[in-house]
């Protein structure tokens, strides 16, 4: 194998693209409702820790956590450094931690009683007269999606929500994933957030966009000349993506119960990356005009019809098996879940792009869990060349080259090329180039949390492609809903049921399994 490493010593790749060269000195007061809550302690304020550390925060900043727990300063301080010392990519020092503790501020209080924001706003008015943070500020909804509109209109009546438009602070508001669980859900908590905000003033989060080398994707295709001319259904025969995780549901059991793989992975996930894999040149790199890109390829996929979800969708659901050489308990013998749950850990899925660049080509998509190892990749499979030349009687015939794109683990990318074996006789082998960060990357909640600070969208989903997505597999939830099948049974361990291996081996084709 050919490696080569590679060491990223500049700026994340929308930075180096010249996509909205970014600003650390933009000051703010960061709020986060549900401030003591499981996503702060292990996403959230490690990732502000840790921009802290890189000196990527504004000099005038400071956090507020917000929610019902009876806690001063220091407790949350406490409680804050509790979840960067397990969960932060770096360790926490004296001296940085001196640093960030005098940040962290704690309003106690409900997502539903007016007087408790009120006393949230005094508190806001006063941080911001000590530090000069000009009236600016990000609000990031991390609570379940059924206190998002009383939050919203609690600020709405405090006076707390800025004009889009107004020369004297900014207002941000981030949402979470899921944004709802089907289309009228969604479409009616995208409405309930646009009678209190402004679309430019939402930043509906999906931390999978967040990642090193999803970010890359269109640098990736649009930096370098050697891919774009190839990028089309006269070179590709067609794309997998995969998303696979070894452990169960976990902590997650009640969400994940009500949720699935076709919700949790599908419809935000795994369809953004295709949508970044599939677009057509953006016209500029403005926010807008990269998210209406990916909107094309969202709306320019081939319906569902009701028949077609059968021959062209595996559903699975993990039994008994061995997981990482320890037997692993099948889904429905997990804790809290009930015994005869037909919600799918595992989906597998053929579509179509239908414009004039993907015209023909499938993609391949799947997710699941209790799967051999976790990995995230994209594999591009190019067309076998003509059977003449070195491809006019091999035995086997000659592989496609393929070009991987790995998302998790070992960031990179390989190419897979056909190449003769060093010899007086005759022989071919494939070859990897291989290309990974060598360097530690940002976690994602970095990226989009830093983001959210400048105010750049580029990431982060627009209320019309949140719908769209979910337009598109609604036909598929339906199905599932009305069926009386149960999902297909597979070992905890596998590559997911026989089935998903059959939906592509009747194209001729098998599934990389990495």
């Known amino acids: 194998m050919a490696e080569q490493q590679y060491q990223r010593p500049l700026p994340p790749p929308h930075v180096l693209a010249g996509m909205h060269p970014k600003s650390v000195d933009v000051p703010c007061i960061v709020v986060i409702f549900g401030g003591a809550g499981d996503l702060s302690h292990r996403k959230l304020l490690p990732a502000l820790y840790n921009l802290m550390v890189d000196g990527e925060l504004p000099k005038q900043f400071a956090i507020v956590g917000f929610s019902m727990e009876q806690i001063d300063d220091q407790a949350y301080r406490d409680f804050a450094r509790g979840g960067i010392e397990k969960f932060s990519r770096q360790k926490v020092t004296e001296e940085a931690w001196a640093t960030f503790a005098p940040l962290l501020h704690f309003v106690s209080g409900s997502f539903t009683e007016a007087k408790d924001f009120l006393k949230l706003r005094d508190r806001l008015e006063a941080l911001d007269h000590e530090i000069g943070a000009r009236g600016n500020r990000v609000f990031y909804f991390a609570i379940p999606p059924g206190f998002i509109d009383d939050c919203s209109a609690g600020l709405t009546a405090s006076g707390m929500v800025a004009a889009p438009d107004g020369e004297v602070g900014f207002t941000r508001v981030v949402v979470e994933k899921p944004i709802g669980h089907d289309v009228a859900s969604a479409i009616e908590i995208n409405s309930e957030l646009a009678k209190h905000f402004d679309e430019s003033q939402i930043f509906r989060i999906d931390h999978y966009l967040g990642k090193e080398t999803v970010e890359n994707l269109m640098v990736l295709r649009f930096a370098n000349a050697i891919f774009e001319p190839i990028w089309s ?21 009640l969400y994940y119960d009500r949720a699935g793989a076709l919700r ?32 094309d390829v969202i709306r320019s996929l081939r319906p569902y019809e009701p028949s077609d979800v059968e021959r062209l969708v595996v559903r699975g659901q993990y039994v008994e098996g061995l997981s990482a050489g320890e037997k692993a308990l099948g889904y429905r013998e997990e804790a809290k879940i009930r015994p005869d749950s037909k919600i799918e850990t595992f989906v597998a899925l053929k579509c179509y792009v239908e414009n004039w660049r993907w015209a023909g080509v499938p993609f391949y998509l799947r997710t699941g ?5 976790r990995t995230s990749e994209i594999a591009i499979y190019f067309k076998a060349v003509p059977r003449i030349l070195y491809n006019a009687h091999p035995a086997p015939a000659l592989t496609p080259n393929v070009l991987t794109i790995r998302i998790q683990p070992n960031e990179g990318l390989a190419l897979n090329i056909v190449s003769k074996v060093p010899g007086q006789t005759l022989r071919l ?10 360097t530690v990357s940002p976690e994602a909640y970095e990226t989009l949390l830093s983001d959210v600070i400048v105010g750049d969208q580029t990431l982060f989903m627009r209320r019309d492609t949140v719908e769209a997505a979910w337009r598109f597999v609604q036909v598929i939830l339906d199905q599932w809903e009305h069926s009386p099948d149960e999902p297909f049974p597979y070992a905890a361990g596998s590559w997911g049921p026989t089935e998903s291996a059959l939906l592509i081996a009747r194209d001729g084709r098998a599934w990389r399994n990495p």
């Not at 259904?233 to 059991?253: L, N, P």
């Not at 795994?270 to 990269?290: F, H, K, N, W, Y």
């Not at 869990?369 to 190892?373: A, G, I, Q, S, T």
């Not at 082998?429 to 060598?438: A, G, I, L, N």
Request: proline letters at 6%; glycine letters at 2%.
């Open 369 to 373: 869990k209790r799967l051999p190892k």
């Open 264 to 295: 949790d992975m599908v419809q935000s996930h795994i369809l953004q990356v295709l949508c970044m894999i599939a677009s057509e040149p953006p016209r500029s790199t403005q926010a807008d005009a990269v998210r209406d890109s990916k909107l």
């Open 429 to 438: 082998m494939p070859v990897d180039v291989d290309f990974h960060y060598k």
């Open 233 to 253: 259904a006269r070179y590709i025969d067609h794309v997998q993506i995969t998303v696979a995780e070894q452990e169960g549901v976990g902590t997650r059991a």
